[in-house]
């Protein structure tokens, strides 16, 4: 018994991989060899490549298309109509396929409509891509960035909230309450009781 949902206009190739509890709604199509985890939601008109990893709770939403070479860690949004590349230089004569360069979008990471990435690089954890941000470059984990080419304008919270840091040190959640320390040009979450005031 399938533990999935696929909708009737959606295409799954025999050899994906389709975790439980996700949900693939109007003409999709999912290409073999690819991975998604469980309690996934892809958005109408998404196409997965072969060899592309989604990790648990990853949210896709409408008109995203996502190729070899692309890997999504746990709790990643990517918005509407945003963008991934997998090759640096193409050309229509030439055949890169083997070429295609790795993009690795870890844990947490939001991704807005409109965004493109470029290939070959890392979103660090909880970071947030504004949209139509265009990256080229690594983002370090919590950094907000927007723009073109995208630049940090702030940090974010692992609840999406942008963090004020006190004495560019401290930050708290407004939301959750949790704290952040930003310490050597990268924020941290202090975990448990660490007597940090904010």
Known sequence: MEDFFIHQTAVVDEGASIGAGTKIWHFCHVSSGSVIGNHCVLGQNVFVASEVTLGNNVKVQNNVSIYTGVICEDDVFLGPSMVFTNV??????????????????????????????????????????????????DIPEYALVVGNPAHQVGWMSEAGEKLVFIE???????????????????????????????
């Open 88 to 137: 640096i230089n193409p050309r229509s004569t030439i055949n890169r396929k083997s070429e295609f360069m790795k993009t690795l979008v870890r844990k947490g990471a939001s991704i807005g409509a409109n965004a493109t990435i470029v290939c070959g690089v890392t979103l660090g954890r909880y970071c947030f891509i504004g949209a139509g941000a265009v990256v080229t470059r």
């Open 168 to 198: 560019s040190r401290y930050a708290q959640c407004a939301v959750t309450g949790e704290k952040y320390v930003l310490e050597g040009g990268k924020v941290r979450k202090v975990s448990g009781n660490s007597g940090v005031m904010v």
